[in-house]
C-alpha cells in the first residue's frame, strides 16, 4: 500500500492551500478543517501562526496524482471544484471563441450582400 503525503492543495485553497492538504490527509471535508481553524484562531491564535509556518514547509501538490489518491473520493476532480471548474471555464472560453468568429463570418457574409 501507497503511503499518503501531506501536500498544500493547488486546487481547494482559499489562501495558501493548507487546510485542504490536511482535509485531503485525513480524508474529510476541508469546510470541517477550515471551520475547526477558525474557531481555534479566535480562541487562541495559536493556529494562524500554524497555518503560516505550514504554508511555508508543506511542499506543493504534485500537478498529476498517482497511485491510489487518483481515485480518492475528497479529490476536486470528482467533487466538482478545481480541476472540475478549469475545465468549465476552459469549455466557457471556447464555446464564447466560436460565437465570436460566427458573429464575424456572419458580418462578412453580410456585408458582401450589402454589397451586391
Request: glycine content about 6%.
Amino acid at each position: 500500500m501507497m503511503e499518503r503525503r501531506l501536500y498544500r492543495s493547488s486546487s481547494d485553497k482559499r489562501l495558501f492551500g493548507v487546510c485542504g492538504g490536511i482535509a485531503r490527509f485525513l480524508r474529510i471535508d476541508s469546510t470541517l478543517v477550515r471551520v475547526a481553524a477558525v474557531i481555534l484562531t479566535v480562541c487562541t491564535f495559536v493556529p494562524l501562526l500554524i497555518y503560516l509556518l505550514l504554508a511555508l514547509i508543506m511542499p506543493k501538490e504534485p500537478a498529476w496524482p498517482y497511485g491510489h489518491d487518483a481515485c480518492d473520493p475528497y479529490d476536486p476532480l470528482f467533487a466538482g471544484r478545481g480541476y472540475g471548474s478549469d475545465l468549465d471555464s476552459e469549455i466557457e472560453r471556447l464555446e464564447k471563441r466560436a460565437l465570436i468568429q460566427e458573429v464575424h463570418r456572419l458580418r462578412a457574409e453580410l456585408a458582401k450582400w450589402k454589397g451586391l
